[in-house]
C-alpha cells in the first residue's frame, strides 16, 4: 500500500511521510542522504542530478550484497563507505567544519539479529567512519569509542587513515565562514594541507545557508536471512563546539536496529533526536504499542519531534520488509528498492 500525507507546516514548511509493502520481499534497503530546506526551484538541474545518481549508486551498492545473499551488515557498509567519499555529503569526504576548522566524523551500525552495535565519534583521519563503528562492533568489547582513543584502535586493526585534509572541500569551508560570521566567531586558520582556495558557487552557499547541515547518511537494510541492520556516518553540524557529538552515533537515537521491531537510521539537528531517542521510540511503538511501522515514525517525526521544534527525518524497515520514512522539513534525499522491484529515488517533500 502507498500513502503519502502532505500537510502544511507552515508556509515554508511541509511535512511528508511514505510507505511501501511489498508482499515479504526477500531483501529491501533504504538510504537517506540528509534532510532539510531542500526545494524545488531552489537547487541546478546539475546539482539535482548529481544528487539522484550518488542515491541511486548507493542503492545500487547496497542491493548488490543483498541479492547475492549477502548481510545486511555488509549491504549498509558497502553502500555508505561510497557516500563518505563522495563530497556531496557530510560524511567522509565533504564533512561539514567545527567552528575549530576540524573535520569531526561520528558514525554507528547496529544489528537486529542479536542487539550487537558498535560507535564512534570525534574521529578526524580515518576515511571510512561506518568500517571503524562496525571493528568495535565485531572486534572490541566495547560498543561506542571517541577521539583519539578511537583511532588507536582504528590502527590497530588496520584500518584506512588519512590526511585530516582528505576530507576538506571548499563548499563546506565556505560554509563555515558564514556560519562563524552569524554567531559572531572568529574563523580559524586554512587547515595544513588544505587545497589552494577556489571560487564557490555563492547561489549554492545560500542554498547550503538555508539547509544548513544537510548530508548525514544512513542505510537500513533487511537481508534474505530476515536480519534487519542499521548505520548512519555524518560530519555532524557545522561550527559545532566543544566536542559536541550529535545522534548519529548515539544508539537509540540516530540509529537502531532489532529483528523483532524495525531498524532506523536518522537525520536532523541531533540535539532533538537525542532527547527524544528517535530511533528506538519508533521501533518501541511498533513492537510494544502496535503501531504499524509507519505510524510509529509519523508519531514520532511529524507529532512529538515537531512538538519540540526539532526538525529532521527518518528511513525505516520492518522485518516484514515494509518501507517507511518520515520528514518535518521540506526535503530529504532518500532511496529505497526491494527484491524484483527498481530502485527508487526521492528528494523533495512532493515526491513519493
Ligand atoms: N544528525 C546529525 C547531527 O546532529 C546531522 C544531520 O543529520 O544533518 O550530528
Known amino acids: 500500500m502507498r500513502h503519502v500525507i502532505l500537510a502544511a507546516l507552515s508556509a515554508a514548511a511541509v511535512t511528508v511521510s511514505g510507505s511501501w509493502a511489498q508482499e515479504s520481499p526477500d531483501w529491501a534497503i533504504v538510504i537517506h542522504g540528509g534532510a532539510g530546506v531542500i526545494e524545488r526551484g531552489a ?75 558498535g560507535a564512534i565519534a570525534g574521529v578526524t583521519e580515518i576515511r571510512h567512519p561506518i568500517t571503524l563503528a562496525r571493528s568495535v562492533m565485531e572486534e572490541s568489547r566495547h560498543v561506542m569509542l571517541q577521539g583519539e582513543g578511537a583511532e588507536t584502535f582504528a590502527r590497530e586493526q588496520g584500518l584506512e587513515t588519512v590526511d585530516p585534509a582528505f576530507f576538506f572541500t571548499e563548499r563546506r569551508w565556505a560554509s563555515l565562514e558564514r556560519q562563524l560570521g552569524a554567531l559572531g566567531l572568529d574563523m580559524p586558520a586554512r587547515p595544513d594541507g588544505a587545497p589552494e582556495p577556489e571560487g564557490v558557487d555563492h547561489g549554492e552557499l545560500d542554498r547550503d545557508a538555508r539547509e544548513h547541515r544537510f548530508g548525514t547518511v544512513g542505510v537500513v537494510a533487511l537481508d534474505r536471512d530476515g536480519n534487519i541492520a542499521a548505520g548512519t556516518s555524518t560530519g555532524g553540524t557545522t561550527a559545532k563546539r566543544w566536542g559536541r557529538v550529535g545522534d548519529s552515533p548515539i544508539l537509540g537515537a540516530g540509529t537502531y536496529a532489532s529483528n523483532q521491531s524495525c531498524g532506523v537510521s536518522a ?11 528517535v530511533a528506538s521510540r519508533i521501533c518501541a511503538y511498533v513492537e510494544f504499542q502496535g503501531l504499524s511501522l509507519q505510524e510509529a515514525a509519523d508519531r514520532v517525526i511529524q507529532d512529538e519531534l515537531t512538538a519540540l521544534e526539532g526538525d529532521g527525518g527518518i528511513v525505516a524497515l520492518a522485518p516484514d520488509g515494509q518501507i517507511a520514512w518520515s520528514f518535518n522539513t521540506p526535503g530529504m534525499y532518500r532511496a529505497r528498492q526491494s527484491a524484483g522491484s527498481a530502485p527508487v529515488v526521492a528528494i523533495y517533500g512532493d515526491e513519493d
Open 43 to 117: 537547487m541546478t538541474p546539475q546539482r539535482e542530478a548529481e544528487y539522484r545518481a550518488a542515491m541511486l549508486a548507493a542503492t545500487e551498492r547496497g542491493a548488490q550484497v543483498l541479492e547475492a545473499g549477502g548481510s545486511a551488515l555488509d549491504a549498509i557498509e558497502a553502500s555508505i563507505r561510497g557516500l563518505e567519499d563522495d563530497p556531496l555529503f557530510n560524511a567522509g569526504r565533504g564533512a561539514v567544519f567545527t567552528a575549530a576548522g576540524t573535520n569531526e566524523l561520528d558514525a554507528s551500525i547496529m544489528d537486529g539479529s542479536n542487539l550487537n552495535a
Open 267 to 277: 537525520t536532523g539537528t541531533g540535539e532533538y533526536f537525542i532527547r527524544l531517542t
